[in-house]
């Protein structure tokens, strides 16, 4: 595991500035116009892999509100190809969740998990650089068109991935090297080693959709690469503007409640 890097907020002040819906029917240099704020829909971000509603029994005081929604798989296959010997891992991580979740401990989420998170993000793309930046703990990542670095070339693993961009005809493909091992895959314990690279694909279908698509290569994980593939929406609200949800203090209980001064009383048996 590389030195843990923070993901640096110089840009994001610039996407936060950007408020209200951009129309995609215009190009930029000659490229589709990805600027915009967007979203995933469905119930990725619980379980990449097809699931059934369940009841969640730490959190019964919330009932139905605290329950994991069903939801189709979005991997193609249906399943993702662990080996044999990283199935206990995931089952582990599943097991102790949500304390084991780096998501309830408002770490950065990674990539491909920031993409389909329940949290809006917003895409900067001008005439180089393209910049994504996320609501969920203030993230946000460089797509780096003239700066592309190999894995020797980047002097730490960082939460958030280095991002290598390019253009396939229309449409965006993105190398994420680089990946901190502490980041998820969703809620339900699927995780990746530090040997994990992502293939990204934004592919603008209309004015309002991308198709996203991540093929996930970690050999010290799964048997062969993999790849996930859904729709992301634009939002089209007349005053959208992408809202930063700064979630450390919500952790602290979590992460330091015997240490507080005010401990967090215990839920009810």
Known sequence: MRVRQLSGLLLAGLALAISGTVWAQDRINGRPNLNGIWRAAGS???????HSAEKIDKFWPLGSLAAIPAGLSVVEGGEIPYRADAIAKRDENRAGWPRTDPEAACYLPGIPRANYMPYPFQIV????????????????????FEDVRTLDEVPVDLWM????????????????IANDDRTWLDRAGNYHSSGLTVNER????????????????????????????????????????????????????????????????????
């Not at 990725?44 to 097809?50: D, F, I, M, P, T």
């Not at 991935?161 to 994420?176: H, I, P, R, Y």
């Open 202 to 269: 934004f592919t603008l279908i209309s004015d309002n959709h991308i198709q996203y698509e991540a093929t996930i290569d970690d050999p010290n994980v799964y048997t062969r690469p993999w790849t996930i593939s859904l729709p992301l929406y634009r939002i089209m609200d007349e005053n959208a503007e992408l809202l930063e949800f700064k979630c450390v203090e919500f952790s602290e209980h979590l992460l330091y409640g015997e240490y507080l001064l005010e401990p967090p009383e215990p839920l009810p048996e």
């Open 161 to 176: 991935g280095w991002s290598n961009g390019s253009w396939d005809g229309d449409t965006l493909a993105v190398e994420v």
């Open 44 to 50: 990725a971000h619980w379980n990449l892999e097809a």
């Open 125 to 144: 793309q001008g005439d180089s650089d393209i910049v994504f930046v996320y609501a969920f703990a203030s993230s946000n990542r460089v797509v780096h």
